[in-house]
C-alpha cells in the first residue's frame, strides 16, 4: 500500500493544480495556461526522442552498409594491385 500512496501523491504533485507548485500562481487562467504550455512541452519532448530512437536504428544501418560498401572497395583496389590474377577468372577469353 506504501508504494500505490507514494505513486499517487506523486501523480497529484504533478498533475493536480490545486497540490502542484502550480497553486501558487494566483489567476486560474494564467494557471492553467502554464500547466497546458508544460503538458504540450512534454508531449513534443517524448515524440521528438521516440521519433529519434525510431529513425536512429535506421540511420545505423544506412552507416553500417556506408562503411561496408567502403571497406569492400578499399580492399577490392588493393587486391587488384598487389594480387591481380585473382581477377583472371573474371576476364573474358
Not at 16 to 45: K, T
Amino acid at each position: 500500500m506504501e508504494m500505490q500512496s507514494q505513486i499517487a501523491r506523486a501523480w497529484a504533485f504533478i498533475f493536480d493544480h490545486e497540490r502542484s507548485p502550480l497553486r501558487h500562481i494566483p489567476d486560474f487562467g494564467v494557471r492553467h495556461m502554464v500547466f497546458q504550455m508544460l503538458g504540450w512541452m512534454w508531449a513534443v519532448s517524448f515524440s521528438l526522442a521516440i521519433g529519434s530512437y525510431t529513425v536512429f536504428a535506421f540511420s545505423v544501418i544506412g552507416h553500417l552498409v556506408l562503411i561496408a560498401a567502403f571497406a569492400i572497395t578499399a580492399s577490392t583496389y588493393i587486391a587488384a594491385s598487389k594480387r591481380p590474377e585473382l581477377f583472371a577468372p573474371l576476364a573474358r577469353k
